[in-house]
């Protein structure tokens, strides 16, 4: 067998059923083997950068590990941002790039780059595979690398004379050979008894849940231990849909666009169980006064986020799956009290609310609520970045998880559309919708094409406000209001006579949304009054295959509640500029 | 409090490991004071004895950062551990027109060796402890130092 036979059916063997890739030189000899694989189906993306956030979308939808196959140089470094992208986010992803012969690696060859260094410090590991012997091995291991102990993307580089090398004995090796690479399993138990103490202790704890319970598959688990005891539970932006937001122990989202009820309850906690959650700076705000009173238990598989942000009383390092149960099993049933009533009071006095004027301009917040309307209860959402992303997660009804993909560590703009594309393959009959901004959708708009010609159904929103909004929103509160470059629609004449975002604005908007879409074979539609939003979305989910809706809504409004970066997580504004 | 840590770092003999942690503590904002490696008996095997700075936190979580890595079997940080040997090597090209009975004397006292003596310099192989070199270091100077390396450390435990 060659080295490409090899490989695919390494792919085969672990259960491989969808490729994102782009061909070129190096790979040619793997996709002709591709060609006659009808197990695989073959997605051609059209840019290797999407082919990577599809292999991303794709794993956080289905749990399963993305692949992605591209060629060398330009192939491989258009991965780089996905790779990136997956590894802050912990997402399984296997990434296959073509290299040069080996004869020529170090010349400078066309098309050559040093794949395997360049993924070095952004994936969870890196090959350059040097033989065609030890190629099944290498396989093998990036899979079980990618998808155990804290999931993240692996890149294996492999160079055109070893795809077309033979191995006349192969076989698919039962298991990885890493005796260097033994992820954690079971709980420490004392840790664990510890923290049941601590539980029976506690006047006012509170769980704030990462995406580490998604990427577990541990929400059920989280929901019996919470049940059992009555602890409150925040979510980060990548655990929402660990506890279903109707859940009357959710506070909703915290951080630094948190729900007051969660980061008061995060504030004001004398016991912070963090679970799959590595307190990020976007979470914790200023982390001097960041539950300060609390005793801080950390459940992590990954003993390096361990008092790395925050101090720690009571480590755990785990699988939050087992770590759970054992935990389940440990704690005494708690009666819900005073401090559930408290936190309660902070979500009925603060709760989401928006004012949309019916002969206004229409406000994204309300598009996104009637969303919620629209789509189905099994609807998968991915959004992209910017202010439709944080007012998706503030505003879109969290029931499930694995049902919101957004880009959380490496805020990739460009991610929502690829991610759909994967999600809506890897979960067929399920709908998908991409939430998303102008500017945000039209760094991958390529993919356009790919929906129409592969039948990939997925419903893109397009709340454009003209400007990048999130931007747009830190230059009025805190560069005085000198709007730089982030009005979509400024030509060179503006300068003059413009600082910004002027509401009599004479331009057009750019680009007519529904003509790119269109001239893709994508159905569009287009609301521009309150009174359109429905029809528009009615029609957009009744479509057979991709539809784009855009939604020209309300260019100044900010996403509030909102906690200027470095401040406590309880210095929230509102409403109104400070 | 910033410190001096050795770390000995355990990892299997694999391409680019090495780059690996190097990159790990540049990308990470550490420096790299000395590193130094070698294949151990097992061939597969290789060990890496690596001196930086740092606070306690910050090497504990440099160490978990390392340890996490895949190649990576195990990391002691053995700056504050009893029962190791740290020593380091010396190479010391030293002026010898003047001063050579001297020299020569205190090659003798450090328990240091001659490698090569020409008319001009004289040069020296010493190892020991850190402060071992520093001292001798310190005592050719007068002499005038043309070059010298240092392997950095190497430790073994008792």
Request: charged share 20%; with cysteine.
């Amino acid at each position: 067998m060659t080295g490409a036979e090899i490989l695919i059916d390494a792919l085969k063997k672990e259960g491989v059923d969808i490729v994102f890739g782009y061909p070129g030189g190096v790979v040619l000899s793997i996709f002709d083997v591709l060609f006659k694989t009808p197990e695989i189906r073959l997605v051609l993306t059209r840019h290797e950068q999407a082919a990577a956030h599809a292999a991303d979308g794709y794993a956080r939808a289905t749990g399963r590990t993305g692949v992605c196959l591209v060629t060398s140089g330009p192939g491989a470094t258009n991965t780089i941002t996905g790779l990136a992208n997956a590894k802050l986010d912990s997402v399984p992803m296997v990434v296959i790039s073509g290299q040069v012969k080996t004869t020529v690696i170090g010349s400078d060859a066309f098309q050559e780059t040093d794949m395997a260094g360049l993924t070095r410090p952004i994936c969870k590991h890196s090959y350059l595979v040097q033989t065609v012997e030890s190629l099944p091995q290498i396989i093998r291991n990036s899979f079980h690398i990618a998808r155990t102990g804290r999931p993240g993307p692996v890149a294996v580089d492999l160079p055109a004379d070893i795809a077309m090398a033979s191995l006349e004995t192969y076989v698919y090796p039962e298991g990885p050979d890493l005796a260097s690479y033994q992820p954690p399993d079971r709980g420490n138990s004392n840790q664990i008894r510890k923290l049941a103490a601590a539980v029976r202790n506690a006047a006012r704890p509170v769980v704030l849940a990462g995406g580490g319970i998604i990427g577990a598959d541990a929400s059920t688990l989280l929901m019996r231990f919470i049940e059992k005891t009555n602890i409150p539970a925040a979510a980060t932006l990548m655990g929402l849909g660990s506890v279903p937001d109707d859940h009357e122990l959710f506070l909703g989202m915290a951080g630094m666009h948190g729900r007051v009820s969660a980061n008061n309850a995060l504030m004001e906690c004398d016991l912070l169980i963090g679970m799959g959650t590595r307190f990020e700076d976007r979470v914790t705000g200023d982390l001097n006064t960041f539950a300060a009173k609390a005793v801080i238990a950390h459940v992590d598989i990954d003993p390096s986020e361990i008092g790395k942000n925050l101090r720690t009383h009571i480590p755990i390092v785990g699988d939050v799956r087992s770590v759970l149960t054992d935990l389940i099993e440990a704690v005494d049933p708690r009666p819900a009290g005073d401090w559930n009533r408290l936190v309660g009071e902070w979500s009925a006095a603060h709760p989401l609310a928006y004012d949309q004027d019916s002969e206004g301009e229409i406000l994204p917040q309300y598009v996104i609520d009637r969303i919620n309307h629209w789509a189905p209860g099994n609807t998968i959402i991915a959004t992209d970045v910017g202010q439709h992303q944080m007012w998706s997660a503030l505003f879109i009804r969290h029931r499930r998880p694995r049902a919101f993909l957004s880009s959380g560590g490496m805020g990739t703009m460009g991610f929502g559309l690829p991610a759909a594309m994967g999600a809506s393959l890897g979960c067929p009959g399920r709908p998908v919708v991409v939430i998303s901004g102008d500017g945000s959708i039209q760094m991958n708009i390529q993919e356009l094409a790919t929906c129409t010609l592969n039948r990939i159904p997925v419903k893109i929103v397009v709340l454009n406000n003209s400007c990048l909004g999130m931007v747009r929103q830190w230059q009025e509160l805190f560069y005085n209001k000198i709007f730089s470059k982030t009005c979509l629609k400024e030509r060179p004449e503006c300068r003059s006579t413009c600082s910004g975002h002027r509401p009599d604005c004479p331009n057009v908007f750019w680009p007519d949304f529904v003509r790119v879409a269109e001239a893709n074979g994508v159905a569009a539609f287009r609301a521009t009054r309150v009174s359109e939003v429905d029809d528009v979305l009615r029609r957009g989910f009744a479509v057979d295959g991709p539809a784009l809706m855009e939604f020209r809504v309300k260019k100044i409004e900010n996403v509030f509640p909102m906690v200027p970066g470095g401040k406590p997580i309880n210095h929230i504004l509102l409403g109104e500029a400070p | 409090m910033t410190d001096k840590h050795t770390l000995l770092i355990t990892v299997a003999n694999r391409v680019g490991v090495l780059a690996r942690i190097a990159g790990l503590l540049s990308s990470r904002g550490y420096n790299i004071e000395s590193i130094i490696g070698w294949r151990t008996e097992n061939p597969d095997i290789y060990q890496i004895h690596l001196v930086t700075f740092g606070t306690r936190q910050q090497i504990e979580q440099i160490s978990k950062q390392i340890q996490k890595l895949i190649d990576t079997i195990k990391v002691v940080n053995i700056s504050h551990k009893k029962g190791y040997w740290i020593y380091e090597f010396a190479l010391v090209k030293v002026q010898a027109r003047k001063g050579r009975p001297e020299i020569l004397d205190l090659v003798n006292v450090f328990g240091a060796k001659v490698v090569d003596i020409t008319q001009a310099f004289v040069i020296i192989d010493l190892s020991g402890p850190t402060q071992k070199i520093d001292r001798f270091l310190d005592l050719m100077k007068p002499f005038g130092i043309r070059e010298y390396i240092r392997s950095g450390h190497i430790a073994i435990s008792a």
